[in-house]
């Protein structure tokens, strides 16, 4: 971006954590060479969530725009690899399944492998979903390699991965990585902004009665929404009516399983719990509604399910699902969970941040701050939010399980009218429709489809067109590849210790 007479000189990052420190890494690799000056204004006494330490495939892609080591990464967030959610008690108590990352087959289309595998299924020669992929054999049988092959021919290139990371240490990393490269800090509690006779943000007003001037500004203040709620008053929209969930209490706890290199999500009475794997210890969660489980309830069913000693005492958050009307106000953007927030069931709220921050650069303002350019970054950020809503209300709202108020409750709302189109749709033709800005690709509805035994009442046609036994041969020698191709992998675990990590 080269710098013009209109050009934005002084951006101001309101909080630190995972979002200010994403925006303030990406933000000074983007902008190397431009006369922009970049501060982050955070107070160190204000701690960070860090509840959010699962993450989606997209993370690797913003560590080569930041042109970050992979291993120095992992060994200072205390990492490992992730390659899938697996669901415990979701359908049914008793029922696992997985949602791995990538695609199912191999050089084949989603719709084509979709109608074989469901035509199979209605055949009576069902087969578990993850053996027709790359990620979810790895992530059942425990295995990781290095990274996607370069070997076009190679199943392995279908391998898709992500992390599990320290939140706190990520955001110490980024940091580091931001202030080597010009991003000024600034120790302070903000309390107060100014405004000019636009309604633009003018100055942040800190406790010590410094003021904070800039001509563009980044809200990363949390929950606390300091800017874009409490000065410029962008209403909130409540989605607890579809995802009730509203408390999570946290801990982490020593490590005494094995290293699966997947999050595990337990459905519970009222909500749901994760196991998140780092090198060095282990997250827990338990994610519920307040209406139906009291917090000391909650919090004494955490600690009695943990497999290790918990390392600190359990913290209680408190959220409500929804997102801000308008994340870009004038001449402010709030980014992480100050533009909204969506439980972390599917590891979305790092991604969120990255995605934010990909749209901003896309359409990155002068001072004129034309209001066209926010209009368009609100409407894809809205349409981007919703998708992953009824991605997770699908979880709830398709679970056959009726052993609590909360799951019933799940079992019988309204949808929102975009998850009732999807669900119809695959129901009456095994088609999974996609909109504009989606998250989770067809790959991934299907794995919680079959996972929570929606079941389409016929299957695509056009597998019918091509020749059976042609089709059912290329097929089983796809599965024998992945297979064969999986099996050279070595154990996660022993991965990590080959890489110095362990």
Same mark, same amino acid.
């Given at each position: 971006m080269h710098p013009s007479a209109r050009g934005v000189r002084n951006l101001v990052i309101v909080g630190g954590g995972t979002a200010g420190?994403?925006?303030?890494?990406?933000?000074?690799?983007?902008?190397?060479?431009?006369?922009?000056?970049?501060?982050?204004?955070?107070?160190e006494a204000i701690g960070t969530i860090g509840v959010?330490?699962?993450?989606?495939?997209?993370?690797?892609?913003f560590h080569r725009l930041l042109e970050v080591d992979e291993r120095e990464f992992l060994r200072a967030t205390r990492a490992t690899f992730k390659l899938a959610i697996q669901f415990r008690d979701w359908g049914s108590i008793g029922e696992v399944f997985l949602h791995p990352f990538g695609p199912y087959g191999l050089d084949t289309q989603h719709s084509l492998f979709q109608a074989y595998w469901l035509k199979r299924r209605q055949e009576g020669n069902p087969s578990p979903l993850e053996e027709w992929s790359v990620t979810g054999l790895a992530a059942s049988m425990g295995r990781f390699g290095t990274r996607p092959s370069s070997d076009e021919s190679s199943p392995l290139r279908n391998l898709s991965y992500a992390y599990h990371l320290d939140a706190v240490l990520y955001a110490r990393f980024l940091r580091t990585y931001a202030e080597n490269r010009g991003v000024r800090r600034?120790?302070?509690?903000?309390?107060?902004?100014?405004?000019?006779?636009?309604?633009?943000?003018?100055?942040?007003?800190?406790?010590?009665?410094?003021?904070?001037?800039?001509?563009?500004?980044?809200?990363?203040?949390?929950?606390?929404?300091?800017v874009i709620d409490k000065a410029l008053q962008s209403p909130y929209i409540d989605w607890s009516h579809w995802?009730?969930?509203?408390?999570?209490? /946290?801990?982490?706890?020593?490590?005494?399983?094995?290293?699966?290199?997947?999050?595990?999500?337990?459905?519970?009475?009222?909500?749901?719990?994760?196991?998140?794997?780092?090198?060095?210890?282990?997250?827990?969660?338990?994610?519920?509604?307040?209406?139906?489980?009291?917090?000391?309830? /909650?919090?004494?069913?955490?600690?009695?399910?943990?497999e290790g000693a918990p390392l600190s005492d359990p913290r209680?958050?408190?959220?409500?699902?929804?997102?801000?009307?308008?994340?870009?106000?004038?001449?402010?953007?709030?980014?992480?969970?100050? /533009?909204?927030?969506?439980e972390p069931l599917e590891s979305t709220s790092i991604h969120l941040v990255q995605t934010g921050l990909g749209r901003l650069f896309a359409l990155f303002?002068?001072?004129?701050?034309?209001?066209?350019?926010s209009a368009e970054y609100n409407r894809l950020t809205a349409l981007e939010y919703e998708r992953v809503r009824d991605f997770l209300i699908l979880h709830y709202a398709a679970s056959k399980r009726d052993d609590t108020t909360f799951w019933r409750a799940c079992r019988t709302m309204p949808l929102p009218e975009t998850l009732t189109y999807k669900r119809e749709l695959f129901e009456r033709t095994g088609v999974i429709a996609m909109m504009e800005e989606e998250t989770f690709l067809p790959a991934s509805w299907l794995a919680i489809y079959a996972g929570l035994h929606v079941w389409p009442e016929r299957y695509q046609p056009i597998v019918d067109l091509l020749a059976p036994g042609e089709v059912a041969g290329r097929f089983e020698a796809m599965r024998a590849t992945i297979r064969k191709a999986v099996q050279m992998l070595p154990a996660h675990a022993n991965f990590l210790e080959e890489m110095g990590l362990r």
């Open positions: 420190w994403m925006a303030a890494a990406a933000l000074a690799r983007v902008l190397t060479g431009s006369s922009c000056e970049i501060t982050l204004v955070e107070s959010g330490e699962a993450t989606i495939p997209s993370l690797p892609a600034i120790e302070g509690r903000v309390v107060g902004v100014t405004k000019d006779g636009r309604g633009f943000v003018e100055a942040l007003c800190l406790q010590d009665g410094r003021s904070i001037r800039g001509d563009f500004f980044i809200d990363c203040s949390g929950f606390e929404a300091l995802l009730p969930c509203d408390r999570a209490v /946290a801990v982490q706890c020593e490590s005494a399983g094995n290293l699966a290199p997947f999050t595990q999500s337990t459905a519970r009475e009222c909500g749901w719990q994760w196991r998140i794997p780092l090198q060095h210890r282990v997250g827990n969660g338990y994610v519920y509604s307040s209406a139906h489980l009291s917090d000391d309830a /909650a919090n004494t069913k955490l600690l009695e399910r943990l209680l958050l408190r959220f409500k699902a929804g997102r801000r009307m308008q994340a870009w106000v004038g001449n402010c953007v709030a980014l992480g969970l100050a /533009a909204g927030f969506l303002p002068d001072r004129d701050f034309d209001p066209a350019i």
